[in-house]
């Protein structure tokens, strides 16, 4: 999470400046710096949804004029019914606002979320549009013309009444949110969310609802961007449509990208910078052209488009490298924390998984065609094949990821074909994928403690408040474990991505098994591991059969499979040719055939 994290010093430093701006600044850099605060409190909420949960969004703005709206509305609006009266002031317009944002975010959402790809931000762009022309033609908003009277904020008695007065308002709330944000990034909930980059079907294998993750995120952009829209009300005394249409929507999204949109802090930089080079460009601009207009969205775009070749992380992780990295004390208390429980393990030879006359097709392929096996406990099976034989399509239909089109799977007894792949996970079962699934900017450590995420409860209010220390602490000393147990004690702070592809599918592994599975499915574990390597591993499945774990393990490497195994199952064309003992499957003319294409 270091790379979330704004160093302490430099905290310290922007902290004190933030204190003393008022007292020798002008007017004109207070007004700015407001306008500062108040952009990047949206663009921290692009932070969430777009930089961390890769969910794209045009139409934040709109939320901004939701806030903004209510509390003019209400505070402003001469003939309420008299149960609104308790609402009819700044702050019960605050709670309004707050409250109505929620629910038509929500609604937008369950519509919206459900979408992928290029359509996601077709469809914001879609209610963005629907929501600013709402604003505009509703009459009792004061149609385009606007809510003027809006009265001005007090606290504790004390009327602020000028930019100054709002500048401590405005940056308090804002740091107030980049810590909630940060904290919910550094936790269980934050990592379910951070999850989202590496795909729903890993996500949902580790136990995330990538569903309710997205919803979350969505609701808390919009919640950030409609205290923004409030803020900006009382600071302005006066609304009208403009500033929440689709093209300061793109604006807010500019500065996310720009400032670093996978960074808390990113925010804070990519709204600085866009706004002073707006301010910047609409002074020089039109003295260079001999003309005015709004030439400063070309330079905008021509930035954008360098810093998408330049530096794609944006400008906050280069920042941050010319600050010394704080070292953490985690690692001490780690080894101090409390195990996590463990569930049963059953009995030696109890019957785990068995899948019975499984057939998938899509569309005229028939990737499985009545397949057939069974796994117990304390048992490693061998399912091989040549390439295309359809053994990782069994994996995703024992898994949940894809339903069978008919035929039977239980687990523990019970029947699980068309259920999804969390509930699946929660009932025991984990697995690694043929093609590496992790999240390459997160360290080893926070990887191998996605897994784990099943074995903790508490949610994002909990999270945002750091309530949850005690339960974080004991997930990653449980990672740390894992890491420890598979070879990767060394690595707990590297970044995933950086490790050689050997190594990351061992991270994998190591994930899996924090999810304290008894049934532990292997695809391909030891593609890209060197000698002394793949002996490690080996020794390591031992063990877990040991234990009393079954494991069903996809293999290419025959010499690694026929030395482990107990027992080999064959599979070409989506069906079962040979099963048995490795010596008789490796002697089975049926997969010599397959094989080696026949022998005399």
């Not at 001005?152 to 810590?179: N, P």
């Not at 080079?277 to 021509?302: C, H, M, R, S, Y």
């Not at 903790?456 to 309530?467: E, Q, T």
Request: glycine share 12%.
């Amino acid at each position: 999470m270091r790379s979330l994290l704004a160093p302490g010093p430099i905290l310290g430093v922007f902290l004190v400046l933030l204190v003393l701006g008022p007292q020798f600044l002008p007017e004109f850099h207070i007004t700015l710096l407001n306008y500062i605060g108040l952009y990047a409190l949206v663009a921290l909420g692009l932070v969430l949804l777009t930089g961390v949960g890769g969910l794209t969004s045009f139409g934040q703005a709109a939320f901004v004029g939701l806030g903004a709206y209510a509390t003019a509305w209400l505070t402003t609006a001469t003939n309420l019914p008299a149960w609104m009266g308790l609402l009819a002031n700044p702050w019960g317009g605050l709670v309004a606002g707050m409250v109505v944002t929620a629910l038509v975010a929500l609604l937008l959402g369950l519509l919206t979320l459900r979408l992928s790809g290029h359509y996601l931000p077709l469809g914001t762009i879609a209610w963005g549009i629907s929501l600013y022309f709402l604003f505009g033609n509703l009459e009792f908003l004061g149609g385009h013309t606007g809510i003027s009277g809006i009265p001005s904020l007090s606290l504790a008695g004390f009327e602020l009444r000028d930019g100054r007065h709002y500048y401590y308002l405005i940056w308090l709330v804002l740091l107030m949110a980049v810590w909630l944000t940060r904290n919910l990034l550094d936790s269980r909930a934050g990592r379910s969310i951070r999850a989202l980059k590496g795909g729903v079907v890993m996500a949902e294998a580790m136990g995330v609802d990538t569903g309710r993750a997205k919803l979350v995120i969505f609701v808390l952009a919009a919640l950030f961007a409609c205290l923004s829209g409030w803020l900006y009300a009382h600071l302005q005394r006066f609304v009208n449509p403009t500033p929440f249409g689709l093209h300061i929507g793109i604006e807010y999204l500019f500065m996310a990208v720009i400032g670093g949109a996978a960074h808390v802090w990113g925010a804070l930089v990519g709204a600085a910078v866009i706004t002073i080079l707006k301010q910047w460009l609409q002074d020089l601009l039109p003295q260079l052209f001999g003309a005015t207009g709004n030439f400063e969205v070309i330079a905008f775009g021509l930035l954008m488009i360098v810093v998408l070749h330049r530096a794609r992380d944006g400008l906050w992780p280069w920042l941050a490298r010319w600050v010394p990295e704080q070292k953490s004390a985690l690692a001490g208390r780690l080894r101090e924390a409390e195990p996590l429980p463990r569930r049963a393990v059953p009995s030696g030879g109890t019957r785990l998984l068995e899948v019975k006359d499984a057939v998938k097709q899509f569309g005229g392929l028939l990737a499985n065609d009545r397949m057939n096996l069974a796994v117990s406990a304390g048992e490693i099976l061998a399912l091989i094949g040549p390439n295309g034989a359809g053994k990782s399509t069994l994996f995703n239909l024992i898994t949940g990821v894809d339903p069978p089109t008919s035929g039977e799977v239980h687990f523990l007894g019970e029947a699980v074909a068309g259920l999804n792949s969390r509930t699946i996970a929660r009932m025991g079962m984990s697995r690694t994928f043929q093609h590496v699934r992790l999240l390459a900017g997160m360290t080893v450590l926070e990887n191998v403690a996605l897994g784990a995420h099943m074995r903790g409860r508490h949610g994002v209010p909990v999270a945002m408040l750091h309530l949850e220390r005690g339960e974080e602490l004991r997930l990653l000393a449980e990672a740390a474990r894992q890491c420890e147990r598979v070879g990767l004690g060394m690595h707990l702070d590297d970044a995933a991505g950086s490790l050689p592809l050997g190594k990351q599918r061992i991270v994998e592994i190591a994930r899996a098994l924090a999810a304290d599975p008894c049934l532990l499915l292997l695809d391909e574990p030891a593609a890209g591991l060197r000698f002394l390597e793949k002996q490690a591993l080996a020794e390591l499945l031992k063990q877990l059969r040991a234990e009393g774990m079954g494991v069903l393990l996809v293999e290419h490497d025959m010499e690694f499979v026929m030395d482990l195994a107990d027992r080999v199952v064959v599979m070409e064309f989506g069906k079962k040719i040979a099963e048995g003992l490795p010596h008789e499957v490796q002697i089975d003319p049926a997969v010599i055939e397959a094989y080696l294409g026949g022998v005399e």
